[in-house]
C-alpha cells in the first residue's frame, strides 16, 4: 500500500521561482493537507482541501496555493519562491476530521530556496 | 490560535530506561494523537485518544488523556535503539485543524 505519496522528495531553487509539490493519497480519503516543518516549530498547517474541488487556507497561507482538482491529489505551488520558504513540506490525509480521524503523512519535500 | 507546549524538548536516556513526556495546552481538546517522526520521514500516528481519562496502550507505548481535557502523557517503557526518533503530540477540537506541539527529540546513549 502506497499510502500518501509526496514527489518530488527534494529540491532547490533560487528566489523566485515557483514549482508545484504533488500528493497523491490512495486511501480514497476525503480530506487532505499540507503543512510545513521548521527546526523547533512543529508541524504548521498551510493549507487543506475537504474534499474535490475545495482547498481552504490554514495558518500560514501567504506564498502558497492549492488545488484539489481530483480526489486522490493534492497540489501546493510556490509561485515566486522567497528564502523564509525553505522547509521540509509534508501532506496528509484522512478520512474526516470532525470526529478526530487520524491524519497519515507522507514522507515530506525538503525545499531549499536561495 | 491554540497551543501545545511539549516537554521535555529532547530526552537523552540509556537503553532500558523508561521515557516520559507530556503535552500541554492552553484550551480543551476532544481528541490527543500522538505521532513519532523518524529522520527522513513523516509522521506515523502511535495512538489516538478520544475521552477525557483514557488510557491506552499499544505495545510498549502507553498513552493517557488528562482528565482536564487540557494535557496528555506519553509514556514508553524499557526503551530499545528504534524507539530512537522525535514524539509529537497533537490536539483536535472538533474543527478542521490538528494543532502539533513541538515534539520531544528522544536519544539513546549508548
Known amino acids: 500500500n502506497a499510502g500518501v505519496t509526496q514527489t518530488p522528495k527534494f529540491r532547490v531553487l533560487k528566489t523566485g521561482q515557483s514549482m508545484t509539490l504533488l500528493c497523491a493519497q490512495d486511501m480514497n480519503h476525503e480530506y487532505m493537507y499540507w503543512y510545513r516543518q521548521d527546526p523547533g516549530m512543529g508541524l504548521r498547517l498551510i493549507h487543506y482541501s475537504v474534499g474535490e474541488g475545495t482547498t481552504a487556507k490554514g495558518e500560514v497561507p501567504d506564498g502558497y496555493n492549492v488545488s484539489r482538482l481530483k480526489k486522490q491529489n493534492f497540489l501546493l505551488g510556490l509561485e515566486s519562491a522567497a528564502p523564509s520558504q525553505t522547509s521540509v513540506y509534508f501532506c496528509?490525509?484522512?478520512?474526516?476530521?470532525?470526529?478526530?480521524?487520524?491524519?497519515?503523512f507522507g514522507d515530506g519535500t525538503r525545499l531549499s530556496i536561495l | 490560535g491554540q497551543q501545545l507546549n511539549q516537554s521535555p524538548q529532547s530526552m537523552f536516556i540509556q537503553e532500558g530506561e523508561d521515557v516520559s513526556m507530556n503535552c500541554t495546552s492552553s484550551s480543551i481538546f476532544n481528541t490527543w494523537l500522538w505521532y513519532k517522526q523518524d529522520p527522513g520521514e513523516g509522521p506515523v500516528l502511535l495512538i489516538a485518544?478520544?475521552?477525557?481519562?483514557e488510557l491506552t496502550s499499544n505495545g510498549r507505548l502507553t498513552a493517557q488523556f488528562g482528565i482536564t481535557r487540557k494535557d496528555s502523557f506519553l509514556n514508553i517503557s524499557a526503551s530499545i535503539p528504534s524507539d530512537v526518533g522525535i514524539y509529537f503530540c497533537?490536539?483536535?477540537?472538533?474543527?478542521?485543524?490538528?494543532?502539533f506541539g513541538t515534539g520531544t527529540r528522544l536519544t539513546i546513549i549508548p
Open positions: 496528509a490525509s484522512s478520512y474526516s476530521t470532525g470526529f478526530g480521524q487520524p491524519q497519515h
Open positions: 485518544l478520544y475521552k477525557a481519562g
Open positions: 497533537a490536539g483536535f477540537f472538533g474543527n478542521e485543524k490538528l494543532t
